[in-house]
């Protein structure tokens, strides 16, 4: 395997294992703790990966929200983050230990930015470069969200002791071409009021926004065991501040399937309908040749519905 090639574990639900954890703990580690320069000058910092994952690699949700986390802590006050590109290099093992090294690229009067460079044992795991605006006045334009969905108060939620609230709306229906509008919709946010820090809550939304569940394979929605699959890369754009502590809808849609990859996009809007967040993503998707059998975890509704009472075109 090259560098440049990630690790293709099976397509466990790794977004959230079946394990003890609290808000406290996931707060813990994604803080950035200061580890001095290095001997080029830049700033480093160290983050302790959770031991939440049982089959052998750390969720890249985490992976992003520790990084983005360390570029946090070097930028001044009045400046928030905007956008971040990544690509993951290597797995992390649950436990380690990363290094992330932050390269001031430029500090300007309206914006700065900075790349990260996360490292285990030396080895490079994940390279992002994101972007700080001062907030200015200007045009106000959104799409709007969905219409006619339940609120998280109407829709059943899962008793798991992971430190976040999911509430799965399902597809929507599927059309006459065979496609989705939309390949997974739910209410998130965590159990637990957080910090009001915004650095916290950004990194905290980074994390959320990788949990796609299977939404990026339409021919195979709610199935596990039947791919391996790898992120290749994550991208964000905060389009206003927002806390990760109050209901966001994250509606995702699969794009494309192609050349053994797919590519999903995702909104986050607030319960009053503010579009505060979106992603992109792609992943290497490979269907095995013989599927395994992989435990539904108590989290996910693996039957949620695909269209039905929820679902709208």
């Not at 985490?62 to 971040?84: N, P, W, Y």
């Not at 829709?155 to 065979?178: I, M, N, Q, Y």
Request: net charge negative; charged share 20%.
């Amino acid at each position: 395997m090259t560098a440049a090639e990630p690790r293709v574990d099976l397509d466990a639900p790794d977004e959230a294992e079946d394990v003890a954890a609290t808000v406290a703990e996931l707060v813990d580690a994604i803080t950035a703790g200061e580890a001095g320069q290095d001997t080029a000058g830049r700033s480093t910092f160290i983050t302790t990966s959770p031991q939440w994952w049982a089959h052998g690699r750390v969720f890249g949700g985490m992976v992003v929200a520790q990084a983005l986390h360390a570029a946090m802590r070097t930028v001044g006050e009045g400046l928030e983050v905007h956008s971040l590109h990544g690509y993951f290099l290597r797995p992390t093992s649950p436990g380690s230990r990363t290094t992330h090294v932050v390269e001031r690229l430029r500090d300007g009067r309206s914006f700065s930015t900075r790349q990260v460079t996360s490292e285990v044992q030396g080895k490079e795991t994940f390279r992002m470069t994101c972007s700080f605006h001062v907030p200015e006045a200007g045009d106000d334009y959104q799409l709007p969200m969905a219409p006619h969905l339940p609120p998280p108060g109407d829709v059943k939620g899962s008793a798991a002791p992971f430190p976040f609230d999911v509430r799965d709306l399902g597809t929507t229906e599927r059309r006459a071409d065979g496609t989705f509008q939309s390949t997974r919709r739910c209410w998130m946010r965590t159990r637990e009021q957080l910090p009001d820090d915004p650095a916290v809550h950004a990194s905290v939304l980074a994390y959320l926004s990788d949990m796609t569940a299977a939404s990026f394979r339409p021919h195979s929605l709610g199935v596990w065991g039947s791919h391996t699959d790898a992120s290749l890369d994550h991208a964000l754009w905060f389009h206003r501040p927002w806390r990760a502590d109050v209901w966001s809808l994250f509606d995702m849609h699969a794009l494309v399937n192609a050349g053994g990859r797919a590519t999903i996009r995702g909104t986050m809007h607030g319960e009053d309908g503010t579009l505060h967040l979106s992603m992109a993503q792609e992943l290497l998707i490979r269907e095995l040749a013989e599927p395994l059998h992989i435990p539904t975890p108590s989290w996910v509704e693996r039957d949620a519905p695909t269209g039905g009472v929820h679902g709208t075109t």
